[in-house]
């Protein structure tokens, strides 16, 4: 339903359905033991099912164990492994900074998939049609191309769901689906695609616009790059902006009690499109890092999930632009290691996934975590009524 | 049943909210409870109904010693918790609520519908509680939800019953409904415990009184002896003046004015009818009117959150119709909203927080888009202790605050403003009598610097203690405009019922 404010803006009547409940719970839970505890007790219990999975197709206990070793390895256990992790991890730390700082402001982003192949189109697009460019000049302009990609995606749902209601969990999953065969279709368009070739796959990207390897002048197989970097001021500014200025108090506001928020003047309008504008460039920004950093052009299917693991990421992050990179690294450290799990220890690299599966499961219900390991989870005090005080 | 509370004993971070409360409570009679904000009564009820566990102390029942895991082991020993904030699904019928979650089924866990209703209705009958089982809980009033929650509580076998401020939110007349049903309950030998903050309630309906101070118990008294006043002294432990002293107010300029306000609702209805009338700086304007006749849309007219359909609205000779709640709040309208838990805080907001939530984005708080966070945390430390907020801890969030020390924490940021124009609703609901004194004090003192005051409120007395001029709404219209000292409340309460015109 939409109200009508008397200067003739329409706002849309605050979001009380269950996802804005379960949400505003997940993020507002910041004492240590619901933002510490029941994440790293979802970690462990997920590796334990993880092992007996393995176990049942087969494996002795031994083998099972040298397959953990692998995945330990092949994340943390070498200098090159480490830089394996920080680059899956990257483009994580961005698409759940994006889905966090939509759920703070109440919204679902849902939409990080599609917002993430805007953006990495849009940065492709500058990055190969502009050659002779200085690279100062060329990369700045190639990432916030991505950037911009993004944010365009996102403003969409923002604005249907600031001025019509329509529910942004439905709008960012249609935009998915429209970013994917958008894509595939530019990929074959003159303008992207490759010359002499058939398959859609685009131009590469210039050098002046590829971001620089951070460890190359060391080992040329090290592909962290300055996506990294980006990354990490990103979260600070995020950060900064969430907790530090009006803007972000007014989407905390929005996303914890909008009803109160329209009390104290804050545009609930507002906050929704400007949210979803941020949210939507940050995930482009990934993509943009994929398509400089990474894989230097474009081609189907680039996103590779990306989008969709930053829910996760953000789930197991709590919202808190810092848990975004606890989670994000733990994500990418699974995802480089279970390369080399399935490589030397012969099981499959869909183990991982069956991994992050279960943490999220556990992370989403905290009560089961805590029927477990019988420690106390907020869930059991959620519904204290105090009388006028509740 | 008889229920003892020995030695109970909660602490929470940094407050001891109950400290070795020991009390009885007896069948077939009522307890009050009472005690100043944050005195411990709700975190007492709810050690008692399950949903805290103490750190110390024994709840006994017929001299039972039991141990609740949880709220299901309290109704299972036959305690029943009438909450305040009903927990019902407005879309569901009244039965349907009332069986949720005890569903009696048939055969193949099919729900027997019969049986429900049935159940449902033979209790509602029994008690006399005169509820319609088909009809749906969003289409009744407060009043009658609150017999539902009744009816919820008597059907899982409740024979000791907790109310935590029932009466708040109750018109007059469902007050007396409601005192009619307790003394039913307790001629059916159920042990009542009822909370409140209205003396005159307790006295009115109690059998003993215990009163809580700090997290202890400080005293007894009898009912059929004690006066408000001595009560109002045990609870704050000073005497208190019931009513606040003021001078004649020398009303000047006007600075709200409406003209013919109509405001329809999404059908066409009316919710108000061409209402008029105006505040001068240095009155208080009393609204008096039974919940529901219009109050909220009055306030949500004037605070620019609910659009109006006709009229005009005038502040400070500025039209101010088409601005939206922002700009009213810039061009200098402070609001006290009625609804605390769902406009006036955020829960999951630090006190400091909700003490600039709505004026975070000015200066000093801001500079640009930055928050000053040092600014914020001096002024919100001055607030709360100015304004007698407890616990004084900024950092705490608002949603760990009893309901009186919100309620004082929302004045406090509403009155801090110096503004032309403070608009109350229900200013002091669910407030002790201790912080009433403060908070009336605190608006008389307002309009002797001259500023002009609306209070809503559907207590009478309140309306009578602060009021320069009153008006009475009716139907969403105005249909009474009084001076204060030449009404009476029976003339006033006519006015109300919608009876004399
Ligand atoms: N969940 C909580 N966490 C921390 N402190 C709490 C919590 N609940 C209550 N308190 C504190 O415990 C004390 C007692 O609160 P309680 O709600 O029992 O007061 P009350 O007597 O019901 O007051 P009121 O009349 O205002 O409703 C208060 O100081 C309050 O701030
Ligand atoms: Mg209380």
Redesign the interface.
């Known amino acids: 339903m939409s109200l009508t404010s008397p200067d003739g803006k329409t706002t849309i009547e605050p979001d009380d359905s269950g996802w804005a409940t379960f949400f505003r719970r997940l993020t507002t839970a910041t004492d240590w033991k619901t933002g510490l505890v029941i994440p790293a007790l979802a970690v462990l219990t997920a590796l334990i099912i993880g092992a007996i999975i393995i176990m049942l197709t087969g494996s002795s206990l031994q083998e099972t164990l040298q397959a953990y070793w692998a995945l330990l390895e092949g994340s943390v256990g070498s200098l090159r492994a480490i830089s394996a992790t920080l680059t899956e991890a990257t483009p994580l730390i961005l698409t759940g900074l994006s889905v966090a700082i939509a759920f703070r402001a109440g919204l679902f982003n849902i939409g990080g998939e599609g917002q993430l192949l805007i953006g990495g189109m849009t940065a492709v697009l500058v990055g190969f049609s502009f050659t002779g460019l200085p690279w100062f000049i060329h990369l700045p302009m190639a990432v916030a191309a991505g950037f911009l990609g993004g944010a365009v995606w996102g403003f969409v749902p923002g604005f249907l769901k600031a001025k019509t209601g329509a529910h942004e969990v439905i709008v960012t999953i249609m935009m998915n689906y429209i970013a994917i065969y958008l894509t595939g279709y530019l990929l074959k368009t003159a303008l992207f695609q490759r010359e002499g070739r058939n398959d859609p796959i685009s131009k590469n990207v210039e050098e002046s616009a590829q971001l620089p390897k951070l460890l190359g002048w060391f080992d040329s197989a090290m592909r962290v790059h300055l996506g990294l970097i980006i990354a990490l001021i990103a979260v600070v500014l995020v950060w900064w902006l969430l907790f530090r200025t009006t803007t972000g108090f007014e989407f905390r506001a929005v996303g914890a009690n909008s009803h109160a928020a329209r009390y104290a003047g804050m545009s609930v309008t507002k906050v929704y499109i400007l949210v979803m504008v941020i949210a939507g460039g940050l995930a482009g920004l990934a993509g943009g890092g994929q398509v400089l950093g990474v894989l230097d052009r474009a081609s189907p299917g680039f996103s590779a999930g990306l989008g969709f693991d930053g829910i996760s990421v953000a789930l197991l992050g709590r919202s808190n632009p810092f848990g975004v990179v606890a989670a994000a690294l733990l994500f990418g450290g699974l995802t480089a290691g279970g390369q080399n799990m399935q490589a030397t220890a012969n099981v499959g690299i869909d183990l991982v996934s069956v991994i992050q599966a279960l943490i999220i499961i556990f992370v989403a219900a905290p009560a089961l975590i805590g029927a477990i390991y019988r420690v106390k989870t907020d869930a059991s005090s959620t519904q204290i009524s105090q009388g006028w005080s509740s | 049943m008889e229920l003892q509370l020995k030695g109970i004993t909660k602490q929470f971070p940094g407050v001891l909210a109950n400290d070795d409360v020991t009390l009885t409570a007896r069948s077939g009679k009522v307890l009050a409870l009472i005690g100043e904000n944050g005195a411990g009564?709700?975190?007492l009820m709810?050690v008692l109904s399950g949903?805290?566990h103490p750190d110390a102390g024994e709840i006994i029942i017929d001299g039972q010693v039991q141990k609740f895991d949880?709220?299901g082991d309290a109704i299972k020993a036959g305690i029943g918790?009438v909450?305040?904030?009903f927990?019902l699904v407005p879309v569901f019928s009244v039965w349907e609520n009332v069986v949720l979650g005890i569903e009696p089924t048939r055969a193949g866990g099919v729900l027997s519908r019969k049986e429900a209703r049935r159940e449902v209705k033979e209790i509602s009958e029994r008690f006399g509680l005169a509820v319609d089982p088909d009809v749906l809980v969003e289409d009744i009033p407060v009043g009658i939800q609150q017999r539902v929650e009744i009816i919820k509580v008597l059907l899982r076998g409740a024979k000791i019953l907790v109310f935590?401020?029932p009466t708040?939110v109750l018109t007059p007349q469902e007050v007396e409904e409601f005192f009619g049903i307790v003394a039913e309950l307790k001629g059916r030998g159920a042990t009542i415990i009822f909370?409140t903050h209205k003396l005159k309630e307790a006295l009115a309906i109690a059998d003993d009184i215990t009163v809580l101070r700090g997290g202890k118990v400080v005293g007894h008294a009898d009912p059929a002896t004690a006066t408000p006043e001595d009560l109002a002294a045990m609870m704050v432990g000073r005497d208190i003046e019931l009513v606040v002293e003021k001078s004649e107010a020398e009303p000047g300029a006007g600075v709200l004015e409406l003209a013919d306000v109509t405001m329809l609702d999404d059908y066409g209805r009316a919710l108000l009818k061409d209402i008029s009338f105006s505040v001068r700086a240095g009155e208080i304007v009393g609204v008096a009117g039974i919940q529901g006749n219009g109050q909220t849309e009055l306030v949500e007219a004037i605070t620019?959150?609910?659009?109006?359909s006709r009229g005009r609205i005038t502040f400070e000779g500025k039209d101010i119709?088409?601005?939206?709640?922002?700009?009213?709040?810039t061009a200098g309208i402070a609001?006290v909203?009625e609804?605390?838990?769902?406009?006036?805080?955020?829960?999951?907001?630090s006190v400091a927080?909700n003490l600039v939530?709505?004026s975070?984005?000015a200066q000093p708080f801001?500079r640009g888009?930055?928050?000053q966070?040092d600014v914020i945390r001096d002024s919100a430390e001055a607030l709360v202790e100015q304004f007698d907020v407890r616990p004084p801890i900024i950092s705490n969030t608002g949603g760990a605050?009893?309901?009186?020390n919100?309620q004082k924490m929302i004045v406090a940021r509403e009155f801090s403003r110096d503004v032309p124009l403070v608009v109350c609703a229900q200013p002091t609901?669910?407030i002790d009598v201790g912080s009433i004194e403060y908070i009336h004090e605190q608006i008389v003192k307002k309009r002797d610097e001259g500023k002009a005051i609306l209070i809503v409120s559907t207590e009478l007395d309140e309306i009578f203690a602060l009021s320069d001029r009153i008006l009475v709404m009716y139907d969403g219209r105005i249909v009474a405009e009084l001076k204060a000292s030449e009404a009476t409340p029976t003339e006033v309460g006519l006015y109300m019922a919608g009876r004399a015109a």
């Open positions: 009564k709700s975190t709810n949903l805290y949880d709220p918790m909450h305040q904030h927990m935590d401020e708040a909370i620019g959150l609910l659009p109006i119709t088409r601005y939206s709640p922002r700009d009213r709040h609001h909203p609804d605390r838990n769902h406009m006036g805080m955020i829960g999951s907001f927080e939530l709505d975070y984005y801001s888009i930055r928050l966070g605050l009893s309901g009186g919100a609901r669910g």
